[in-house]
């Protein structure tokens, strides 16, 4: 049984995207990225799976982070998880009635649209969505409520008392697994690479020129400050569909550092 660490309380949304992606898993949670990351590192588990991208809200810089920093941490596969946000309460408690609803900044930011029609609702910000239904729970006040997953109200006793409450019908959040020293992957069609390049004129260009005469598809592009300067900046590519000799060669016709942190 493979342990898989995420970020986040029983019942968070990662909880729930580790096991529909590795059904028979044991999934730890952990404060932050951080944390979930040095688990793999020191071998606490076997494996991390963290969120990169959200289909409204965006990039999850620090995961990105976390891969340049440990040249030990690979990605090995992917996964698409669609999140849905529900306004959570206590039993016999009512939408009505509530006066403040706590969950993560990025859940509050989905639901912007439904808490504006709601202003008697005090968005309050906690470290996690799972952790919020946790604690209004153990409050045990009908007038606070939380935004988080149906897994979350199932797992600490809560009721749903408005499915769906994101802005967007279509929310996504995809997410890397990540594993220390992965063993190369035969059949892969992603990779993931990281830039640093020269600073000068068009090196960005003369870098993204490398893929595109390679034929290789650049899926997403995501621009990190590299922290040896100020104002310096490191580029995180994800290419698809992955031929390995191909990108290999298109990486040593970059002018800096490429680093390939992963094919999945």
Not at 95 to 100: F, I, Q, V, W
Not at 119 to 133: E, L, N, Q
Not at 211 to 234: G, I, K, M, Q
């Amino acid at each position: 049984m493979p342990r898989i660490a995420y970020q986040g309380e029983p019942g968070a949304f990662s909880d729930d995207a580790a096991r529909q992606l590795v059904s028979d898993a044991e999934t730890i949670g952990f404060g932050t990225f951080d944390d979930a990351a040095a688990a793999v590192q020191d071998g606490s588990v076997d494996l991390a799976l963290l969120p990169v991208e959200n289909s409204i809200s965006g990039s999850v810089p620090r995961v990105y982070d976390l891969l340049w920093a440990d040249a030990r941490l690979g990605i090995i596969d992917e996964t698409t998880y669609r999140v849905v946000q529900n306004l959570i309460g206590l039993e016999g408690a009512a939408l009505e009635s509530l006066r403040e609803v706590r969950s993560h900044p990025v859940a509050l930011e989905q639901c912007r649209a439904f808490l504006g029609v709601h202003p008697s609702m005090h968005a309050t910000i906690v470290a996690d969505t799972a952790g919020a239904v946790r604690d209004i729970v153990n409050l045990g006040d009908p007038a606070v409520g939380a935004i988080a997953s149906s897994l979350a109200a199932q797992r600490y006793g809560a009721r749903i008392l408005r499915e769906a409450i994101q802005d967007v019908e279509d929310n996504f959040t995809r997410f890397f697994l990540l594993q220390r020293d992965p063993k190369p992957i035969q059949d892969a069609t992603r990779a993931c690479v990281a830039l640093s390049l020269a600073n000068r004129p068009g090196s960005l260009r003369d870098a993204l020129a490398a893929f595109a005469d390679a034929n290789l598809d650049l899926r997403t592009l995501v621009s990190r400050p590299s922290l040896e300067r100020p104002f310096t900046y490191r580029f995180y590519c994800e290419i698809a569909p992955l031929d390995r000799t191909t990108l290999l060669r298109a990486l040593s016709n970059i002018d800096g550092d490429a680093r390939l942190l992963g094919v999945y």
